[in-house]
Each structure stands twice: as C-alpha cells, then as structure tokens.
C-alpha cells in the first residue's frame, strides 16, 4: 500500500491483552510518533501514509495491569507512485522530448525507457522530471515508460506512453503550411481561388507562404517560381546594422545561414504530393511552358515508394519540326506522353564533384541563351539540403525547331534526371536502365556502386561520366568496371585538366547527339508504364476513378473514324436542324424574307417550322455516344472530372490528326488563285472537323431544349429535368460552359437559362458575379492571357477550330469580397474576330459584330487584345469594338475597357507608344463617329462620349510569351510580370466599379435581353431587358412618391395661404397688413420660396438615388435628365397653379371684402335701433309680454331697414369676360380664326351637344389621310372632342360645388385643358375651324354655368337678404338682453353651431382628398403607369367583354377615369374607410380649438368681444370663420367670458361627436363631391402621364416623368385595334408595330402628308417614339388573344371587314395572353 501499512504480532501469553505499535515520522522531525492500540489482535492497520517512505515501527506489550514491554522495532517503506501526467513533445525525425510530473513522494531517481518492436532502444536515469532521446529512426512507433526508483531500489509501475517519430515528409509539410493537404488534397479550385495571397505583392514571410508564392508564380507561367525563399526579419536587420560593424572577415566568410530556406525540389515534391490530379496535371503542364523539367517518377520518402507521373503530363502538347520535315516545312504537334521518343538519362553513383544538372542545363542551352531546366546546387536555394525529392526522376524534352544553325539536337529528345545516389534508388535506377536509350553515370569513385552496375539487366546504352580531376577518381576501377559492362571509349566520358567546362560539356553533347539520333531504343511515357508496373512503381493513372473515367470516354472516342459522319450519326440535333432553327429565329426577329407577305401570317409561318424542327429533333432516339456521355457525368464529381479529361485529350488528339491533313491540303490549294471554290470548301471542313466535349454538351443542350417543346406531362421530358443541373456542377467543377455556339452563330437560351438557374440554386445566396472579357484577332494570344491570368483552361490551338464564346467560374474568397462585391468572377473567352477560318463563310463580319455585342454586354471589363503593326485589321476590329461599347452605352450598361498591346517589349514602350496611343485614340474617336453614324446615334463624337476611357492607364503593354525562339524557349518573365500587372489593375478596377455586381440570374437577363436584341439589326432600337425595366419601374415608383409628397406639400400650402386671403380683414386675420395687394405679393413670394425648396429637396432625392450602388441604378442613368426636367417642369405647372389660385382667391376676397364692410355697417346700425328699443321698453316698466315684445321689436326692425340704403349689386358680364379671354387665347392663330370667333356670340355657343363638322377640313386632308375615310374622319375628331369637352365638364362642375365666385383664370385653366389635349393629337391634322368651334362650345356652356353660379354668390352675399336671415335671431337676442338672461351656454353654442362648425367642417373636406390620394397609392397597380396599365389590362382580360376593351381602345382616357373612380368608390364603399381620415383631421382641429380657448383666457381680454377675436385669430390660418355668423354672433351679446369659455369646450366637444356622426351617414358619393382635391384627377394625371399614343396602334406611352424626351410603349398591339385598315380590302391590319419596325413595309399618314414612308425609318417622322421589337414572340400574346377572339366585334365598332388572322394567334390560350402581360410588364 501506498499510504497504509500493515503490522503482524505473535501472542505469547494469555494475561497478554493489548499491543501499542508507534509509527515514527522522521522526516517531520515529530517528537512523539502516533500510536495504535489493538485489543486481543495479533495485526494493525496504519492508516495516512506517504508513499514511496521509509518508517519505523516500534511494537509493545502492554498488560492488564499496565506493565510495558521493551519495544521491538522494524523499518517498513510505503510502495512508490506512478508518475502522473506523461507527455511527449518536440518530436522531430531523429528525437523526441518526455515530461512528467513527479508524484509527492521520496524519489530516488526516475528510470525512463524507450523501445519499439519488443525491444529496448535506451534506458535513461534521471532525477530531474524531463528527458531527451536521440539519435532515433524516422517514422518509427516507440513505446516510452517512466518509472519511479526509491532508495531501497523499489521500483514503480512504469506508466508509459507511445509516440511516433516524424518523417522527413512530415516535417517538411508542417513547415509548409501542407499537411492537412497531404491527407485532403488541394484542388484545381481552390488553387485558382481569386484571394489576397494572388494579387499581393507582399514578400514571402514565411516557410508556409512559400507554395502559394510557388502556385501564383507557376499558375502565371513566370519562370522565376522557383526562386522561393523568404528572409528572416533578423536577416534583414542584420544586413542594415552590419555596414557600421567594424571589420569581421571570420563572420563574412561564414556567411549568412540557409536553414530556414527549402530547396525548390522539395517544394515541387511536397505540390505534387500534395494536389490531386488535376492540379498535378496543371502544375506539370505550366512547368513544361517554363522550360521547367516534370516530374517523371515522384518519391514519397514516407512509404519509400514512387509514382510515374502518366497522368500529370498527359495535358502536355509540343510542336516541333524533325530533320525528316526541314523541306516541307512541316511539323509535328503531339502529346508528348504519345510521342515515341529516345529518353536519355542522366543518374549519379555515390558522391560525385560534378554537379549533374547544372551541366545538362548547359547541355540543354544554346551559347547564347542559358536556361536552368534542371534544379542544381548553384541555384537560389539549390544548395540547400534535399529533405524529401532524393529519388525524385525529373524529364524534360529537346525539341527541334528546324533550324540546324539553332538546334542542339536536331532529333527530339527526351531528357531524365535522378536526383539522389542510384544506390539508394535501385527501382528508379532500374526503370530508367529498360527505358532509356541511354544512361550517363556520373560518378568519383566507382568502387562502392560496382556490383550495382555489373548486376543490372541493361536495354539501354550506359556511359560512364567521370571527373579525373577528384581526389577519389580511380582509373583501376573505372577500367574494371568498362571491361565488365562491355564498354569503349566513346562510353566513357572523362573531364580531364586540359578540358573546360564548355569542351566537356561539347564532348558529353555530341554523346547524346549520337545516342538520340541512333537509338536501340524508343518508347513513349505511356509505355513506360508497362515497366512501371514490373518493378512494382505505382502509376498515376491506376486510380479507379480515372481508369472508370478512361474506359468511358474509350468507349465514346474508339470508334470515330469519319468525324464529320460520326457527328452525323451520334450528334444529330446540333447540325442542320440547329442551323435552320437558328436561322429562322433570326428570321423572326429581322423579317428579311418576308416579301409582300402579312408580317403575322409570315411569322406564324416561321413560328409552325420551328415547331416542325423541334418534332424532327424529338423524333430521334437518343444515340448511343449521348446516352454514354450522359451517364457518365452523372457519376461521382471526380470520376465526372476525370472522363471529361479523357474525353477532350482523345477528341483533341482525332481532330488534330485529322485537321494536320486539311491544313496541308489548304497549304496546297492556296499556292494557285483558281482554287476558291476549293479553298471554300477545305474552310468548311476544317469547321466541321473540329470535335471536342463541347459538341456533347452542345447535343445535351438541344436534347433539352427539344424535351422542353414537349408536354410537361411527357416522360420523355422529365428523365432530362436534371441536365442543367449536372451542367451546373460542371462549372463549380471548373469546366466551361459554351455561351454562344460558334458554328450555329446562336445561343440556346432556354439550356444556357436553365443552367444558370440551376448554378444560381446551387450557390445562393453567394451568387454574385462580376465578368471578365477578351476580344481581339484569331491568334493575338487572348486564350493564353487568360490562361496566364487566372490560371484557367481554356483551350489553346490543339488543333482545334475554335469557335463561339466560353464561360468559366472562379471562386473568389472571402478575404477579397468585401474589395471586389461579388462571390465570383465570369471569365469568357471567345473565338477570335476576323478568323481566317470563317473569312470564307457568310456572313462573318455579321457573327463577329454579334459576339462583340453580347460578350461586352456581358462584361463588367472587356480585354481588347490589338496589334498596333497592321492597321487596316486594327481598324476593322476597333469598329466592331466600338460599335459594341456604343451599343452597351444606348442601353444603360457601362463596361469598362483594356486595350492590351501584344509582343511589346522594351521597357521605354509606354513612354515610345504616346504617339501610338494618340493615333488608337484618333482611330476610335473616327470609329465611334463612323458607328454613331451607323446605329443614328450622331451626337456621340468621341470614344470619351461612348465610355470612360484613359489613353494613359488604359493600355497595357505586354512583352511576347516567349523568351527565344520555340519550342525550346520558355515563357518570358516579363509577359508573366505584364499579365500579372494587367490582373492586379482588372481587380482594382471591378473593385472601383459604381455598378453593382450582377447576381446570376441577373446575367441570366442581360444575356437573354442581349441575344434577343443582337437577333435584330437594330440593336439600340430593339434592345430590352427585364433589369433595365426594373431599374426604371423603381425609379418611377420613387419618383412618383416624391412626386406626390411635393404635390400633397404645395396643396397644404395654398390652402393655408387661401385661409389667411379668405381671413384678410376680418379679426380673424393674422397679417398685419391691410393691403390685399401687399399680402398677395408676399404670399407669391412665399410660394416661390416653398416651391424652391421642395424642387430643390425632389432634385436632391434624385442625385441621391443614383448614387446607390444596389438595385442597378446605373442602367437608368440615361433616363436620369428626363425626370430631372420632369422635377422641373412640375415646379413650372405647381407654381402657375398656385399663382393662379392665390390671384383668384385674393380677387375674390377683395370683392367680399366691399361687402363684408357694407354688412358690418348694416349690423352696427340695427344693434344700436335694438339698444334704443330695449331702453324704450325698459323705461315703460311695465311687464312687456312676448307678443308685445315682438310688436315692438317688428315695429323697429321696419323703421330700421327704411333708414338703411341698399346698394344694387351689378352683376358680372361673365360672357364677355370669356370672350376676351379667348380672343387672348386665339389672337396667335391669326386673322382667320379672329374672323371665326366675330362669326358667332359666345352666348349662343354651347347650346346643344358639339358635333364635329369636318367637310372643309376633309377635303384638305383627304389625300394625306389616305387609310381613312370621311366617316372615320369625323368619327376620329368627334370622340377626340367629346373626351376634352368631358375633362372640361368635370372642371366646370368642380368649380361650382365650391359656390365662390367667378374668375377669369378659371376660363384660362380650361382654354389650357383644351390646348394640353388638342397638342397630344398630332395625328389629327387639327385646323383652326375644329379648334375655335370645340372652343367656343366649350366656353359657351362654361360661361353660361359660370353666369349662374356669379349670380347665385351674389343673391348669397346679398346685405338685405342677410339682415333678413338673421333677424330671428336678433328677436331672440332682443328678447334675452331685454329679460337680462345668461347668454352663456346660448351664446357658446350658437357660436359652435353658427362659426365654428361650418368652418371646421369645411377644413376636413379640404384635407381628406390628399388623404385619399395616399390611401389609393399604397395600392400597387398606382405605383407606376407601367403597374396601372398591367392592372387596367389583367381587369379587362379577367372580365372578357367587348364592351371594356372597345372603350379602352377608343375611348382610352375616358375608361381611365371611369375606371379609377370605380377603384375608389370600391375602396371607400364602407364608411368608416374614409372615416379614420375625416376623425383624424377633426380631433387635430378639435385640440387646435381647445389650445386657442386656453390661450385666449390666459390674455384676459376685456370682454366677449376681444375674447372671441382673439380666439379667431389663433384659428386664423386654419379655419374661415363666416363673417356674417360672426356679425350676427356679437350682435348683443353680454356673457360672460370664462363662463362662455366653459361651455364653449362643451359645445366644441358636442359639435365634434355631431360631425363624427354625420361623416359616418354621409355617402362617399357626397363627400367626393365637396372635396377641394379630386382623387380621380390626382391618380389620372399620375397613371396617364404624358398621354401620347403610339402613333400605330395608339397605346398609351409608359414612361415616366412629365417632361420624358421619349416615348415608349411596354406592350403594343395590332395596329388595327388602333383603327388601322387596308387601303385596298378595308380590312383590319393584324400587323403589331413592334414588328413592323423591322420589316420592309411602309406606312402612311397625316404625318408624312399622305406619302408612304418604311417602318424602319419610322424615327424620321416620330422622333420622339421609341419602338423597340417584342423582348420575345410571346410578349404580344395578349393583344393577339384579344384580336382573334373580337375581331368581328372590332371590326364591326370601327366599321371595317374583320382582319385576316394568323393560324397561330386561334392557338394562344388565355393562360398565355395573361402570361404575356407579365413578360411584357415585367412582373416576378
């Protein structure tokens, strides 16, 4: 035990009862030891023990009398504790570190052991708690035991632990920052990520930073990758504070340390180690582009096994030219692990003096360029230690270039090199012994590798490489060796004393020379694979995954013989088929065939062959190379990735053998002219040659696209619904996606859209992306520079004819997306303008302008490679270019553009090429004028008009890809420096950006809104898209609020404005002027001020929001000067009005004003007759009973009104004020119209309903007005006027509910109504007969309802009937002073009733039209015109009656109005709708009356009198309080004043729960009618807008804003809905303007002055129109819905034949037409 212990005594005698044992502590120095008494027991247990102790125990006998033996003693040591708490650290390859805690006990010393496999490695004593064990094997489990050891020698338990040594491997990775990519292996993604670490230009800092500054350096193709090493801070340091240290030679030639930097080789081991295939495979091909040797056989030092690295350099394709083609200038262009080639290789026995790679790199260069193939010890960081990459076989290949001055080797040759001594790598060494042509020892001492190389089995040549000059050199051996290996001289190569470097390095070159040219033996690297597998190395390739991958894509590619039959038999749908459709879709959209056929019969032809092609591509059963491709990328995503590698290595390898022999037989035709047709036909073919994955996933496209034309019920359908998505991972993959079909010239949208719908699912919300572009010449490098740039695949000439346009995805990682505002970058790359290739086909320069349009409509930032040394093909690709940008700036998108200048490379080119910059910038600036002229954009005179764009930071200059000349040179340092410069200002730039990045369903759009519109040969004119509609709905919806706020804010204004006028010289007047003229002046200038203020505040909103960068502001930005003006032109409409109403109201009051003094003096005569009345009865004393108070009163009363004098009030002559004010209105029109007006009084005008006569006016517009006849004529003009007469109508009425009086602006107001609508009809011809008659009824009827309404406020505002309405209430006054009775609570009441309630009640009314207005615009189909018409359309649909869609189309504004007072009433059907406004403004009155009670009592005023002017002053400027119920109020009245305040409270709180009650009762019909704002001219003004119609099939415009510079339309109809008909058959036109624009037709009306005029021009003669094609056949579904369905009924209203309706249009259900009006509204 540990911490007890247990003592045994022997009982002697019987009288013997108890036993004292005493444990002594010496270490605690006790005095006393503890005692343990134990009764009739011959042991005892001690209990509190320490352990691992040593004590002394003393046992006596006590008997039972007390008497005490002697003491026996024994020494007793407690067991010894396990150590606790062993850990292991510090472990390194050849050590480890063990620590423990020491256990609370008396230790000797601690034993520690460390053994693996059951034995004993070391044995360690210690005291201290800490040990060390060296000099262990790497990789190796131990197993370590601590033990504790007392003085006594006891020893513990041994508590043990196991710990594995690290391996070379291990520890390297650790350094590097690699092992977690050792065990989850980097991808081809994750490498290619956009992050901080690839745009950084930061020192490499530390070990781990090393391979990603390796990867950026390699993915780039700079040659300096391998120069990576970092500095230690204390290095750099030390460097600044060493030039002042004294002198230290001991210390220089130590020189500084290299431990902490890795050798290159091990880096490139640890990478390959560490990366999956695809990322071995990228690496592999970047490094061969840099001259860099690959690896072949890759050690992994942990297992001690190697891996021949097939499948890494399979993507590596060289060109080259064999002595055998000198003459015919051909060459060869293979994959090098196909090529049959002699390998030489070059190993190492023992230590060698020689460095081996430095001399095959001088072996491998030319005299004057020397290139470091092969790493070698004089390298940067080539000396340092190699760790893991010993027995790491690199290959590299001599390639000749034809040129024998040049070449080294003038046969190819492939080059291998073992680092690392051949005895330690036995395996390697013998694989290179059976694959090479030969194999160059390079050795010191022969002695040690003798049997090595005496007992290999050799099929290679061997040559004995030795230096004579080492102390270890032994010609005895190297003789012995010779004679056993069978060797000559020309086998051995010595350097001798007398021999240089270059002479050896000659003699060893001529060697190879002799061995390449005359080989025993040629094998390709997949050969080599054979023997691999002999010697047991691993390949590569031997994964499941990638031989599955290769037997799929074998099964696909081995049987293509003929290509061109082969895509016709297993690739059907993408041929013929796809060009007709595409050709037809084109056809619809530009109609050039049509001829004299009915454009909606012609495309509803078009429309059945395009369904007839879709049946033929469904008829065709899925072929068997589909079927394959399609099962195979459905598999696993790296068996997916690994077939689709296979497969575009073997299609690559068909097409270039196939298309090596189209070149040659082009080569040949070419020689002679006569060979065109040939030389035509050669070009086809090398089309129809080219064969890659794209053709699959082209099929896989138009096998979806044609399932999709198929019922949604089909099967056939739903077994394809998952393509997209499998095409979507692909992308994630890293695959590109082929945006536009270069053969076709097409794009199939419905596959593209659905792709990106399936992307935008897979990464949402993370889906925003922003573009990256390159245009430019075939062959001007585009794919490598962006290959180059961001590490991507796209292809470079394997042979291929490239065509279309690519997109692939980049991740961008999290620590740049807060700079660049997106997940992910777009690269397209496209297929070069002006090809050679497509130069024979039709239509070339067509295609190239349709590509540049979509890609830089596509783009965020448009790459333009050019060449500045051939300027006639500068010229045509800067017009294409610019035609592009100019095209994107029309239709709100701004990318931003790069020119980058190829093979230019002295390092003054920027300052060299200012005068080269000018002449690109005078070349666009004549381009952009060229195409502005074109696309009749004219007044863009400058590329700077078209785009942002700096001659001196948007041109970069990049030297040539190649450092020499190929295929030996290696990419030039300075194009990867270029590129990467380029990339880093591309990032800064789309980080710049004031456009928001896309998401992907957003790109969706543009790219279909953009194809639609290349589709037409208008671009700018057929340009729409669902984004730009959206912007411009959001930015109506905002301005409309902002709109209305302005409105609502210039309304509350003039009403307080007209309070104060209407108050002007009353005691309720606030102003303490008494000059009317003076108050207007002031109140006009107030008004200016306001309306400033609220322009300034509309302007300020508008900046403001398009400063945002969300919501895509930026593509409204055109719009932005229209609405601009429109803020302008409202302020110009609201302060004419407010002028207007405050001139009138100021006329008005002036007139009352005469009056209300006339009353004033009346009432103060008949108060004083009622005094002297009462006084005379008074003094009779005598109780007077009512009727003789009455008498009394009566008698009075008549001798009073005898004494008054009553001026006659003369009425207006209202008739000849609006005579004058139309002959003002006239006088512009000349004499004729003045004789006009003389012909007729006004009084006589308006009389009966206006009918239009139009004889004269016809016969002068017959000839011009050709499509109609007199009857339509007339027709025409007399719904024209009857709709203005109705608007005017309505003023009139309004204006009479108010029952104020007459005043000439109100005739002004309507002359205006009338001018306004005659200005939208421009295509009535209108003539001054029509346009002084309308006017003249018009203000026959006004001024005749005018003259009854001046006359009835005149009987109203008469001073007799005044007196004679109040005069009861005089008697009861009379009566009540007369009695001497509290007037109080009458007076307080009569008050209320009489003053406050009319007034309160008329300030509610005032209010609630704006509130309704508000109410009405939180609805949505009031946000915008473009809402309103969809809501007004989707009715009409939902109703289907003739009756409502005949009224829309002719009698639009009319059924607009009707229809949105039917929105309100239904709104406010219920009472209480409107109740909450009226209760609202009534409680803020209700509190504004009670605080002006409260206030006025605190002023003490003198008597009831002042008390109530005061009050009225306080509601000055919110209430009109009568005048004549105030006269009348103050008549006699002696209450008392806070009595009288009392229950005036009383009676305001009674008035209020009255007028709650009445607003309730009340109809809205009612209360429409007094409202002084109408709701229903409010929201009309707002959804009518500027009320143009288009001048075909007279829809209403949608744009916003009032002062829009154009027009525009979101849906168009047939033409004969509009009244359009055939000169010839009378018979309605079906033909849609949308359309009609594209076609040859032509058109005739007044204004073209009865000539015939084409469509396409139409903007000659309407400018202010704008008519772009349908965004898609479907959008005017809706219009031909209802046109099919009505025609008769149409056609019978506008009194024509019924149209000729196209088949397909009887086809369109209802479910398309209201479909169609959510495409053409743009509704999600």
């Not at 020192?203 to 500054?213: G, L, T």
């Not at 109201?1145 to 009352?1152: E, N, Q």
Request: charged share 30%; proline share 3%; hydrophobic share 35%.
């Amino acid at each position: 035990m540990t911490e007890s212990a247990s003592t045994a005594m022997d009982i002697m005698e019987a009288d013997e009862e108890f036993f004292d044992a005493s444990d002594h502590f010496p270490e605690f120095c006790r005095e006393e030891g503890d005692s343990h008494v134990a009764e009739d027991c011959s042991t005892v247990d001690v209990e509190g023990l320490k352990p691992g102790t040593e004590y002394l125990l003393n046992i006596t006998r006590i008997t039972e009398s007390g008497h005490q033996s002697e003491a026996a003693s024994v020494f007793v040591f407690t067991e010894p504790v396990d150590p606790v708490e062993v850990t292991v650290s510090n472990i390194s390859t050849e050590s480890l570190s063990l620590q423990w805690d020491s256990p609370a006990a008396e230790v000797e010393t601690f034993i520690v052991t460390c053994c693996t496999e059951g034995e004993t490695v070391e044995e360690l004593t210690t005291d201290a708690n800490c040990v060390t064990f060296s000099n262990l094997r790497p990789g190796v489990c131990y197993s370590l035991n601590v033990s504790v050891q007392l003085k006594n020698g006891a020893r513990s338990t041994p508590a043990g632990i196991s710990a594995k040594t690290k391996t070379d491997l291990e520890i390297l990775l650790e350094d590097l920052g690699l092992d977690r990519c050792y065990r989850e292996k980097w991808s081809l993604s994750k490498i290619l990520e956009i992050e901080e670490k690839t745009i950084s230009d930061e020192d490499v800092k530390c070990k781990s930073d090393i391979p990603w500054y390796f990867l950026k350096k390699l993915m780039m193709v700079n040659v300096t990758a391998r120069n990576a090493k970092y500095t230690l801070v204390c290095d750099s340091n030390c460097d600044d504070a060493s030039e002042s240290k004294k002198l230290d030679l001991k210390n220089l030639v130590r020189g500084p340390t290299s431990d902490h930097i890795s050798n290159p080789l091990d880096i490139i081991t640890a990478l390959f180690l560490c990366s999956d295939g695809f990322v071995q495979q990228e690496m592999a091909l970047k490094m061969s582009m840099c001259q860099f040797s690959v690896p072949l056989l890759l050690p992994n030092c942990d297992t001690t096994q190697c891996t021949l690295m097939l499948w890494a350099m399979r993507d590596i394709v060289k060109k080259y030219r064999p002595q055998h083609l000198l003459e015919s200038k051909g060459f060869i262009e293979e994959r090098i692990v196909h090529s049959q080639l002699p390998m030489i290789s070059f190993v190492r026995l023992g230590e060698c003096s020689l460095s081996k790679s430095e001399i095959l790199n001088k072996l491998l260069s030319s005299s004057q360029q020397y290139h470091d193939t092969f790493v070698h010890h004089n390298m940067e960081c080539g000396d340092n230690p190699r760790k893991i990459s010993n027995g790491l076989t690199e290959i590299t290949w001599y390639l000749p270039c034809g040129n024998q001055n040049m070449d080294i080797f003038v046969e190819p040759v492939a080059i291998a090199n073992l680092h690392g001594d051949i005895a330690s790598f036995e395996t390697q060494f013998s694989f290179l012994c059976q694959t090479s042509a030969a194999v160059f020892v390079f050795f010191d001492d022969l002695n040690s590798g003798c049997k090595l190389l005496t007992h290999q089995i050799y099929k290679a040549q061997i040559f004995l490489v030795g230096n004579h000059q080492s102390k270890n050199f032994s010609l005895e051996d190297l003789e012995r060796i010779a004679t056993e290996l069978c060797l000559t001289n020309k086998n051995i190569i010595l350097k001798t004393k007398t021999m240089n470097d270059a002479d050896f390095v000659k003699c060893l070159r001529k060697s190879v020379s002799d061995a390449a040219e005359n080989p025993q033996m040629k094998m390709s690297v997949e050969q080599m694979a054979d023997v691999a597998h002999e010697l047991g190395i691993l390949v590569d390739e031997d994964s499941p995954e990638c031989q599955a991958g290769k037997q799929k894509a074998d099964a696909i590619t081995e049987d293509i013989q003929d290509i061109l039959k082969y895509k016709e038999d297993q690739l059907p749908l993408q041929g013929e088929i796809w060009k007709e459709l595409t050709f037809l879709e084109k056809e619809e959209f530009r109609l050039r065939k049509i001829g004299s056929e009915n454009i909606e019969q012609y495309k509803s032809d078009l429309q059945v062959q395009k369904e007839e092609l879709r049946k033929k591509q469904n008829s065709y059963d899925m072929s068997a190379a589909m079927t394959c491709f399609i099962d195979a990328i459905s598999s696993s995503r790296t068996e997916r990735c690994y077939f689709l590698k296979w497969m575009r290595m073997n299609l690559d390898n068909l097409s270039c053998r196939k298309l090596s022999g189209l070149r040659e037989l082009y080569k040949e035709k070419s020689k002679g002219s006569e060979n065109t047709d040939e030389i035509k036909n050669i070009d086809r073919q090398l089309s129809n040659s080219s064969l890659g994955t794209e053709h699959f996933f082209r099929e896989m496209g138009q096998i979806y696209e044609a399932s999709v034309s198929l019922p949604e019920t089909d099967l056939s359908r739903k077994q394809l619904q998952h393509l997209p998505k499998l095409c979507a991972q692909l992308l994630l993959d890293g695959f590109p996606l082929e945006l536009v079909d270069g053969d076709a010239s097409n794009i199939p949208l419905r596959w593209v859209s659905d792709v990106l719908s399936q992307l935008n699912d897979l990464v949402s919300p993370k889906n925003k992306i922003k573009v990256v572009t390159v245009l430019g010449v075939q062959s001007t490098g585009k794919s490598t520079l962006l290959n180059t740039m961001f590490g991507v695949q796209f292809a470079v000439s394997s042979g291929r004819c490239t065509r279309g346009a690519f997109m692939l995805l980049i991740k961008v990682n999290e620590d740049v997306k807060k700079d660049l505002n997106c997940d992910f970058m777009v690269i397209i790359d496209t297929e070069g303008l002006k090809s050679p290739e497509l130069a024979q086909l039709d239509n070339s320069h067509e295609h190239d302008n349709e590509l540049a349009t979509l890609v830089v409509g596509l783009s965020d930032i448009t790459i333009i490679n050019i060449a500045m040394e051939n300027s006639t093909e500068m010229k045509d690709i800067l017009q294409i270019v610019v035609h592009a940008f100019l095209r994107m700036k029309e239709v709100g998108k701004k990318p931003k553009c790069q020119f980058v200048h190829q093979n230019v490379s002295d390092v003054s080119a920027h300052e060299k090429n200012l005068r080269d910059r000018k002449l690109l910038l005078q070349q666009l600036n004549e381009m952009t004028q060229a195409a502005a002229k074109m696309e009749k954009k004219e007044e863009n005179k400058s590329f700077t008009d078209v785009m942002e764009y700096n001659p001196n930071t948007g041109n970069c200059y990049v030297p040539g890809l190649w450092n020499g000349n190929p295929p030996m040179a290696p990419v030039n340092a300075g194009y990867s420096e270029a590129v990467y410069e380029l990339k880093k200002n591309i990032l800064h730039l789309l980080g710049e950006s004031e456009a928001s990045a896309n998401k992907i369903l957003e790109f969706r759009e543009w790219m279909t809104s953009l194809w639609n519109a290349v589709k037409h040969e208008n671009f700018i004119f057929s340009f729409r898209n669902s984004l730009v509609a959206d912007a411009y709905m959001r930015l109506c919806t905002e301005f409309n609020k902002w709109e209305w706020e302005f409105k609502k804010e210039t309304y509350t204004w003039v009403t307080k404005a007209e309070t104060r006028i209407s108050n002007f010289g009353t005691v309720a007047a606030k102003s303490a002027t008494s000059d009317m003229t003076q108050l207007l002046t002031q109140l006009k200038s107030e008004a200016v001020s306001v309306l400033s203020k609220w322009e300034t505040k509309l302007q300020d909103n508008l900046k403001e929001y398009f400063k945002q960068t969300e919501g895509h502001v930026y593509l409204v930005e055109r719009y932005r000067e229209d609405f601009t003006n429109s803020a302008k032109s409202l302020r110009r409409e609201l302060e004419n009005s407010v002028i207007n109403q405050l001139t009138a109201a100021a006329d008005i009051r002036r007139g009352m004003k005469e009056l209300d003094e006339i009353k004033k003096n009346h009432t103060t005569v008949i108060q004083k007759a009622v005094c002297e009345s009462i006084n005379k009865c008074r003094k009779k004393k005598v109780e007077m009973t009512e009727i003789e108070l009455d008498k009394e009163f009566d008698e009075m009363w008549n001798e009073t009104l005898k004494k008054l004098s009553f001026f006659e009030q003369k009425p207006k002559d209202v008739f000849d004020s609006v005579s004058h004010c139309l002959i003002a209105n006239l006088s512009t029109k000349g004499s004729h119209a003045c004789k006009l007006l003389h012909e007729k009084k006004i009084k006589d005008c308006g009389l009966e309903p206006y009918k239009c006569k139009a004889d004269g006016t016809w016969k002068k517009v017959k000839n011009v007005l050709t499509t109609l006849t007199f009857k339509d004529f007339v027709k025409m003009r007399q719904q024209e006027a009857d709709s203005i007469i109705d608007s005017c109508t309505q003023f009139v009425t309004e204006k009479l509910e108010r029952k104020c009086d007459y005043h000439d602006t109100y005739i002004q107001e309507i002359l205006h109504i009338i001018d306004e609508s005659l200005k939208k009809r421009t295509d009535m011809n209108i003539d001054t007969e029509f346009e002084v008659s309308l006017k003249q009824h018009i203000c026959g009827f006004a001024a005749r309802r005018f003259q009854e309404m001046h006359l009835e406020f005149l009987r109203v505002n008469d001073p007799h009937r005044c007196l004679d309405e109040n005069k009861e209430k005089f008697r009861d006054d009379f009566q009540d002073v007369f009695h001497k009775r509290d007037q109080c609570q009458k007076k307080a009441a009569e008050f209320t009733e009489q003053c406050l309630k009319p007034a309160v009640e008329d300030f509610v009314n005032r209010s609630l039209g704006p509130d309704i207005v508000d109410e009405m615009l939180t609805k949505e189909q009031f946000s915008t015109r473009m809402s309103f018409q969809y809501s007004l359309l989707l009715d009409l649909l939902s109703d289907d009656k003739f009756d409502g869609l005949c009224r829309y189309c002719f009698s639009y504004e009319s059924y607009v109005k009707e229809k949105i007072l039917q929105q309100v009433k239904k709104h406010f059907s219920n009472s209480s709708a409107t109740f909450k406004f009226e209760d609202r403004r009534l409680q803020s009155m209700i509190n504004s009356i009670n605080d002006a009670i409260k206030h006025t009592k605190t002023k003490k005023c003198g008597d009831l009198k002042t008390f109530v002017e005061e009050m009225c002053k306080e509601l000055g400027d919110k209430l009109v309080i009568s005048q004549d119920a105030l006269g009348a109020f103050m008549i006699l009245n002696n209450a008392d004043q806070d009595q009288f305040a009392h229950w005036l409270t009383v009676s305001v709180e009674d008035m209020a729960e009255t007028l709650r009650k009445k607003f309730k009762n009340t109809t809205f019909e009612t209360k429409l009618k007094r409202l002084h704002v109408n709701p229903q001219n409010e929201l009309f003004n707002r959804v009518v807008g500027c009320g143009k119609q288009c001048p075909f099939c007279k829809v209403p415009c949608d744009a916003g804003g009032g002062a829009h510079t154009s027009h525009f339309a979101s849906l168009h109809r047939p033409e004969g809905l509009g009244e359009y008909r055939f000169t010839t058959t009378g018979k309605l036109v079906t033909d849609i303007c949308t359309s009609s624009v594209l076609s040859d037709n032509r058109f005739s009306c007044s204004a073209t002055k009865g000539k015939y005029h084409p469509y396409k021009n139409y903007k000659e003669i309407f400018p202010d129109w704008n008519i772009p094609p349908d965004s898609s056949l479907e959008a005017s579904d809706y219009w031909k819905y209802v046109m099919a369905k009505y025609n008769k009924d149409f056609a019978k209203a506008y009194g024509a034949e019924p149209a000729d309706i196209p088949d397909c249009w009887r086809k369109i259900t209802k479910e398309q037409a209201k479909q169609s009006l959510k495409e053409s509204f743009t509704i999600k």
